[in-house]
């Protein structure tokens, strides 16, 4: 089983401010099967990148992912106050699929 | 538009089963997977299996073989998931997910409580 650790825990940052959220594999993610989601607070998860740098059908361009093999980063070029929320990254290159524990992103 | 829409919340005694209903709308059911995620309090999210609804091939987590059924209704355009033996542990929100670009729609969410 992949483990997924993802860094930090918890960031704070400003509105306006650049967000860097780090996930990191316990082995190399097959075929680049990285994806990003965004959970607010008793809603379903969105799903914001997949193949670990394509945006998904309706997400800005202010978002965006990068990464390959065992280390991945979602980056939020400037914050706006809708982006604060928990943030999960998920490997869906071999089963079971696992996420990372998420990092949740609070104003500072 | 693309819509997963699950059955209503549940509360279970230990021991008892429970099946969750994730109806689909918007797109052609039989050509994509439905995955099944759950989401314990304050936990990270939890793949736990899915199904082809094109030919009824299903897959488990081995967490959860054993004690979930994943199935569907390609009439009604509908996948279940259904959990037995329940313990405490599994109080959660279920949710079904749909694999297309990764899991890139999802349901509301179905809240199971386990509780005597």
């Known amino acids: 089983e992949i483990v997924l650790t993802q860094s930090p825990d918890t960031l704070s940052l400003s509105p306006g401010e650049r967000a860097t959220l780090s996930c990191r594999a316990s082995?190399?993610?097959?075929?680049?099967?990285l994806a990003w989601y965004q959970q607010k607070p008793g809603q379903a998860p969105r799903l914001l990148i997949y193949?670990?740098?394509s945006r998904a059908t309706g997400i800005p361009d202010s978002f965006s992912g990068s990464g390959s093999g065992t280390d991945f980063t979602l980056t939020i070029s400037r914050l706006e106050p809708e982006d604060f929320a928990v943030y999960y990254c998920q490997q869906y290159g071999s089963s079971p699929y696992t996420f990372g524990q998420g990092t949740k992103l609070e104003i500072k | 538009q693309v819509q997963l829409v699950q059955s209503g919340a549940e509360v279970k005694k230990p021991g008892a089963s429970v099946k969750v209903s994730c109806k689909a709308s918007g797109y052609t059911f039989i050509n994509h997977a439905t995955h099944w995620v759950r989401q314990a309090p304050g936990q990270r999210l939890e793949w736990m299996g899915w199904i082809n609804a094109g030919n009824d091939n299903t897959r488990y987590s081995q967490k959860f073989q054993g004690r979930v059924t994943i199935t569907r209704d390609t009439s009604a355009s509908t996948a279940y998931m259904e959990l037995s033996g329940l313990r405490s542990e599994d109080t959660a929100v279920y949710y079904c997910a749909r694999r297309g670009d990764s899991f890139d729609y999802w349901g509301q969410g179905t809240l199971v409580t386990v509780s005597s």
């Open positions: 193949g670990a740098s």
């Open positions: 082995q190399s993610v097959g075929s680049g099967y």
